[in-house]
DNA sequence: CTCCTTGCAAATTGTTTGCATACCT
DNA sequence: AGGTATGCAAACAATTTGCAAGGAG
């Protein structure tokens, strides 16, 4: 159910805008959907449709990605680690809401998900004083995770 | 006064850790301290130390950039738009405090900054919760700047 | 039939690394 | 003197682009 929405609306805006509903760009978007727990980087992606569909190319999957970013059907994230990561957009996702929030410790670069939403007045509040539209919001903590701070001393 | 403290900082923990003072880890500092409100590539630090050490090399200011961040004296920041970029750490800062809100245009790719401090409680309440200490955050806004957001209909 | 899209390979870009030389301490 | 740093060039890795061939509308 959750699954058909997203993909019918990624068929409709193609449409609307006269670009093509292509096998690669569904199993892209279909791929993101059946792992919206996870941050994955085009590779990852890459790899999982290879399997249904072993002739895709790297580069395609790029460009499905761009595409799918830009429509706001999948959201980006980085760790700084030198690769962008993608999941599906928060809107579409089947959990109680956005998840953008993860400790990342500065020694060993685990990253910690930390899930809380104390931001949609703040949100509300940056509309209100900016004209900002707000769509999504990242909230990284860089510090020192439990066994780095104990291995510190 | 404030230029003085962060390059003595500097000397002191490399002395500590039986690395050297050089020219080159100091002025990529002081350019980093003397442009302390905007975001600068590698790139940028570069060309502003080159006006003072022509010779200087690109791996070097990346090497340094690694050293400052490893001791906690710059901060690492990205927009996503495939380069990190680093500003003098927040601790040295002459401002008010940390300032690691951005609003970011998803169609024009603007950055607006955006001061407000609401973090500390919630800081406060991960410390206890998980054990991870933090050390700074990170907070972007993604959506639509007041000029996008007229032009989209 | 006409563009849009794809796969491939080559090109780019940001960043890192190897190595001989130069420099701190 | 002895190890650390540097500059340069080559190496890398993630992403983008050009182009001829294939596919959707």
Same mark, same amino acid.
């Given at each position: 159910?959750e699954q058909k929405e997203v993909q019918e609306l990624l068929k409709d805006r193609l449409k609307e805008?006269?670009?093509?509903?292509?096998?690669?760009?569904l199993?892209?978007l279909?791929?993101?959907e059946?792992?919206?727990?996870?941050?994955?980087?085009? %590779?990852?992606?890459? %790899?999982?449709?290879?399997?249904?569909?072993?002739?895709?190319?790297? /580069?395609?999957?790029?460009? /499905?990605?761009?595409?799918l970013?830009?429509m706001q059907l999948v959201?980006?994230?980085?760790?700084?680690? @030198? $690769?962008?990561?993608?999941?599906i957009g928060?809107l579409f996702?089947?959990? /109680?809401?956005?998840? &953008?929030?993860?400790?990342?410790?500065?020694? $060993?670069?685990?990253?910690?998900?930390?899930?809380?939403?104390?931001?949609?007045?703040? %949100?509300?509040?940056?509309? %209100?004083?900016?004209?900002?539209?707000?769509?999504? &919001?990242?909230?990284?903590?860089? @510090?020192? $995770?439990?066994? $780095?701070?104990?291995?510190?001393?």
């Amino acid at each position: 159910m959750e699954q058909k929405e997203v993909q019918e609306l990624l068929k409709d805006r193609l449409k609307e805008k006269g670009l093509k509903v292509t096998r690669q760009r569904l199993l892209v978007l279909s791929v993101l959907e059946e792992n919206s727990g996870r941050h994955m980087t085009a %590779e990852d992606i890459y %790899e999982l449709v290879s399997e249904d569909y072993p002739d895709i190319g790297l /580069a395609t999957v790029y460009r /499905a990605l761009q595409l799918l970013w830009d429509m706001q059907l999948v959201d980006r994230i980085s760790f700084d680690d @030198g $690769c962008v990561r993608y999941e599906i957009g928060h809107l579409f996702k089947g959990e /109680a809401k956005h998840n &953008h929030h993860h400790l990342i410790c500065r020694k $060993c670069n685990k990253v910690i998900p930390f899930g809380d939403d104390l931001l949609d007045d703040l %949100e509300h509040h940056i509309e %209100e004083a900016t004209g900002f539209h707000v769509l999504d &919001h990242e909230l990284k903590f860089f @510090g020192l $995770c439990r066994e $780095c701070m104990k291995k510190e001393k």
